[in-house]
């Protein structure tokens, strides 16, 4: 690690520290060369293997650009969709890999989704599970309705 002030191309770590949400390591260094002190924060490198074969690094963007899309027009809000990507992130990291398959992520969002928006879900898995038929949806719904717990009640129909 190189001094920020003076170059030097050693340093000598006085204090590590987790961050709040453990995703990172924050280390207090000190330069033995001009004794100033300067902070570094270290986090795992996550990348993600596409389809491809072609590898990048796991962006929780693309997840929320994803997931907004199946959101679109539902009465979910953009601290609803943080809190959902946070979630797959977590679950990716909790993998404990440093590559995962793009498939994995998709399953990741599946989930979190299901439980915030039954629409959006249906959204989203027709596009990443590439529903060809009517009864891919009607499947995917029959499935979400045995899911349901038994206090949910169905929603009366429109007369």
């Not at 270290?42 to 389809?51: D, F, H, I, M, Q």
């Not at 009465?75 to 990291?93: C, G, H, K, S």
């Not at 599946?110 to 898995?125: I, N, Q």
């Amino acid at each position: 690690m190189h001094c920020p002030f003076c170059r030097h191309t050693d340093s000598r770590v006085m204090d590590s520290r987790a961050t709040d949400d453990g995703s990172s390591i924050r280390r207090r260094r000190q330069c033995p060369e001009c004794g100033k002190r300067f902070t570094t924060v270290e986090t795992a490198a996550l990348s993600v293997v596409k389809r491809s074969g072609a590898t990048e690094p796991f962006s929780r963007a693309k997840v929320l650009v994803g997931v907004r899309k199946a959101c679109q027009g539902r009465p979910v809000t953009e601290d609803d969709l943080a809190l959902l990507a946070q979630r797959v992130e977590e679950t990716i990291r909790g993998l404990g890999q440093a590559e995962v398959d793009a498939h994995e992520v998709g399953l990741a969002v599946l989930e979190p989704l299901r439980e915030l928006d039954e629409v959006a879900y249906l959204r989203f898995a027709s596009v990443y599970q590439a529903f060809t038929s009517l009864e891919d949806f009607e499947a995917a719904i029959t499935l979400l309705r045995a899911e349901r717990p038994a206090t949910a009640e169905e929603p009366t129909p429109r007369t």
